[in-house]
């Protein structure tokens, strides 16, 4: 039976990651979030931009849903990410599904869609 003598290092303890910028509380005046920067010694407010794209380019997304463009061909001509062009086209039919359907109508119009799920011969 052997005997090992060898002594072990002890295990080191991660320590805190230095973070210049520190959360310190909230302006009770303009109820936003104030900062700390600890290499300055200040107290300071982070500048929020407006993120999003305009109505006007929301709309236009629609109107190329409503003549058949697919949301990819959209999303390259408007300059936008083809998921938003989706969500903004589904936002908008979910607030025509809310809308009342009129009590009276005089018809309904139809359309039949073929497709074909075989080899054409």
């Known amino acids: 039976m052997q005997i090992y003598n060898k002594k072990t290092k002890k295990a080191r303890k991660k320590g805190k990651k230095y973070k210049r910028y520190v959360k310190y509380g909230f302006c009770k005046a303009t109820g936003k979030q104030r900062w700390y920067d600890k290499k300055e010694n200040r107290y300071f ?21 409503k003549e058949g463009i697919g949301c990819r061909k959209a999303g390259r001509l408007l300059h936008v990410s083809h998921v938003s062009v989706y969500r903004w086209v589904l936002e908008y039919c979910e607030k025509m599904l809310k809308q009342a359907l009129p009590e009276k109508s005089n018809g309904i119009e139809l359309d039949e869609l073929w497709s074909f799920c075989q080899k054409k011969r």
């Open 45 to 65: 407010f982070k500048k929020y931009e407006k993120r999003g794209c305009d109505e006007e380019i929301k709309k236009q997304a629609v109107e190329f849903a």
